[in-house]
């Protein structure tokens, strides 16, 4: 599924940025009848998305280009903050297809679940219900895991100066065999020629199930080191457990460095300078810290987090679902696409 943006649509994702550094000013007295038609009027955050893709027909490829080279000439890191801030952009709009098209699961699907719940609490009718409610909700929580994971990596990377790189580049090699590669999630060298391998996580889990891709990640800061490069861990999750001690001592002992939580954002926006520090903290770092600082330590066990939940309500009306979080609602108009049924990911 793409989400295809016309050239008025990518015009606003530009103003925003202009807006962002502070430069309305400038580009708004170079292109003032272009400014009336693009200018935003809050936050991106706070705009909604139908007002990103409401048409301007007199927005053309061309000033699209001249915004562009324009903006190139206002600061250094234009280019780089556009390009991150585009690729949010398309993957939330992607996402909002994938909440109007998602189709409900089918009963040849969740049915057979029912073997765990049938003939307890709920009747077949509630049943039939709850498990296609809770599969629908697992569904779009994969999808956006899967977006999340596409978006987080490139866009951190392209903040501090540094690239993605795949395992066939061979960057950085295997200790155990010479010949493969490694996926890198940040690569990036210095003026000096020193080559820094970034190991980039949202969190570092405690899940007996990750017993081998945490073999690997250990492995990571000596395949570094065998290839030439620096290993640099940065978790942006403080949470502190045996396997994050572990993993900050490999790759300090293979000459690395590790930055965790506070000390992990710091290190970002130092590394990326002030336009993209600007980008860091206003896209990724505030809103992450919103919305975790709604779980807080249980008082009875500090090392243990918990979250008062606000209830929750779904209802499906023709084409219409509503959800309801305490006194807060939403609407979305539903257009299902069975193809992305045939994609649908796996149940792990």
Known sequence: MNAVM????????????CADIEKTEEVASAFPRLWSEIAPNSEYYSLRSEWFASPAPAVSTFD??????????????FLTYLKCLTELHKRRRKYGLILQRQPLPTMVQVSPRSLMEYGTDF????????????KFFYDLDNRSAQETGYLFEPILASAIGGEPKSSREKVVRRSADNSKGRQVDCWKVLPDGTALAYELKLRVTIAASGQGRFAEELSFAEDCRQSGARPVLVVLDPTENNKLTELKAAFRHHGGEAYI????????QDEAGPTMANF???????PVSEISAFETALANDP???GLVLLDLAAGLSGSIMTIRLGDHERTIERNEDPSLAADEPDDE
């Open 6 to 17: 016309a050239p008025a649509e990518i015009a606003r994702v530009i103003a925003v940025v």
């Open 261 to 268: 939580g506070d000390d992990a954002w710091s290190h970002l």
């Open 123 to 134: 009747p077949p009718e509630a049943l039939a219900s709850w498990l296609t409610w809770r």
């Open 64 to 77: 699209v280009v001249e915004l562009i080279e324009f903006g190139v000439s206002l600061d250094v890191d």
């Open 280 to 286: 860091i903290e206003r896209y990724v770092r505030r």
């Open 303 to 305: 090392t243990r987090r």
